[in-house]
């Protein structure tokens, strides 16, 4: 049996693991994320990694995180939340301070590689993964392996446009994916129509602070739970969206499966059946092909870990 370690870097902490062939995780180091990132935040990771390799046989070193990840996985090209990483070889930095190969990749690209392997993606060759949270990521696989495109951004799911002078997006563009059908869309959907019929929404704002500013996701995930008319209806508008862009997806590259995973899948089947009936809606040829399965993600928290794990593996 031979081990890698798994370190996902987050935007509050620095979480590593020893992970077997199997994917499971046999031990674990944690350290808070420095908010000055740079060196402080890649002195963290190796310490993190040289606390592992203390207790463990490691052959090879994974680092998952948010943002763009050159295509040979040695340097961050971009990283839109971490300070004073842009350009920074990464590869380079972290062998000379462990002493070990280390491979580089985006956090949602890891994730889906986690779910692909060890996951809800068990046996599905043709495969993508959309991360629900705060905003959309993703991941492909396809034919069994991860694709990252030419320049190693491929699957940047939340940013395609589907609403042309739609709301602004963080990343400049207006009308992106993840504007409509994230875990802010969900709140966007749920203050939108408290705000326009506060009399309805009295048991949803009873959850937080009594503000529309207060308000939460988990709050309206379970007021959903209790049949909350508001909370439901927020997370149907999200399914339609998440569903309308599931079908443009799926006739882009044929998946056999969609795996759903981030925060708001946590709701279950209150967000994946209104999903699911929009995928059925808007799927373009219907009922002229297979229509891709929508499955929960299965690892939580741990498919990034798990994933960049074994991708320092292979």
Same mark, same amino acid.
């Given at each position: ?28 180091? $944690?350290?808070?994320?420095? $908010? ?279």
């Amino acid at each position: 049996m031979t081990y890698t370690i798994g370190i996902d870097v987050g935007g509050t902490k620095v979480l590593g693991g020893v992970v077997d062939e199997n994917g499971k995780i046999i031990a674990t180091a $944690r350290k808070d994320t420095p $908010r000055q990132g740079g060196r402080a935040l890649t002195q963290t990771i190796a310490d993190t990694a040289i606390e592992l390799m203390s207790e463990h046989t490691i052959t090879s070193i994974g680092v998952s995180a948010a943002g763009f990840v050159s295509s040979d996985r040695k340097t961050m090209l971009a990283t839109p939340n971490i300070a004073d990483w842009n350009g920074v070889n990464l590869d380079a930095e972290l062998s000379a301070l462990i002493g070990l190969p280390v491979v580089i990749e985006n956090d949602a690209n890891a994730a889906a590689w986690g779910e692909a392997k060890f996951g809800a993606g068990r046996n599905q060759n043709h495969m993508m993964m959309l991360t629900v949270g705060t905003g959309i990521g993703g991941g492909i696989v396809l034919n069994g392996e991860l694709f990252r495109g030419a320049f190693g951004i491929a699957a940047e799911f939340g940013h395609l446009r589907v609403v042309p002078d739609g709301h602004l997006c963080g990343c400049g563009a207006r009308g992106c994916f993840e504007q409509y059908a994230s875990g802010n869309a969900l709140l966007r959907h749920a203050r939108e129509a408290i705000s326009a019929s506060p009399e309805i929404a009295r048991n949803l704002l009873s959850r937080g602070d009594g503000t529309i500013a207060g308000l939460t996701g988990q709050a309206i995930t379970d007021a959903a739970r209790e049949g909350d008319p508001v909370a439901l209806a927020a997370f149907n508008t999200t399914g339609q969206w998440l569903g309308a862009g599931i079908a443009s997806l799926s006739v882009l590259l044929d998946p056999s499966c969609f795996i759903i995973g981030g925060g708001v899948i946590d709701a279950g089947e209150i967000l994946l059946k209104p999903t699911r009936e929009s995928l059925e809606r808007t799927m373009p040829f219907a009922g002229k092909h297979p229509y891709p399965t929508l499955i929960a993600a299965e690892l939580g928290n741990d498919a990034g870990l798990v994933g960049v794990a074994d991708l320092a593996r292979v």
